[in-house]
């Protein structure tokens, strides 16, 4: 069974900096997709099982660093420069290699204010 438990959300005002923690049950592929109000959850991150690769958005790239820390099953996402339209539920989600992202966390809240 892979449990994925998120952490790190809150407020944050336009500039600042808030850093998504992700505990998962064991190592895979992990990304991070994101959902705001009215809008279709869209896909901003993703690192493979040993962390050497790294995958971003767009929107994302030079902001937002993924990494993580397999000694603790653990993945991040350092999300600087935040913008309002940052502001959405953050998800972690898993995957096996050659697999599409199955296993999901339960969401944490980003808020950016102006």
């Known amino acids: 069974q892979v449990q994925l438990v998120e952490s790190g959300g809150g407020l944050v005002q336009a500039g600042g900096s808030l850093r998504l923690s992700c505990a998962a049950s064991?190592?895979?592929?992990m990304g991070w997709f994101r959902q705001a109000p009215g809008k279709e959850r869209e896909f901003v991150a993703e690192?493979?099982?040993?962390?050497?690769?790294?995958y971003y958005a767009d929107s994302v790239k030079g902001r937002f660093t993924i990494s993580r820390d397999n000694a603790k099953n653990t993945v991040y996402l350092e999300m600087n420069s935040l913008k309002p339209e940052d502001a959405a539920v953050y998800y972690c989600?898993?995957?096996?290699?050659?697999?599409?992202?199955?296993?999901w966390g339960q969401g944490t809240q980003v808020t950016v204010s102006e």
């Open positions: 989600a898993a995957r096996f290699v050659n697999g599409g992202y199955s296993y």
């Open positions: 064991g190592r895979y592929t």
């Open positions: 690192v493979n099982r040993s962390g050497g690769s790294t």
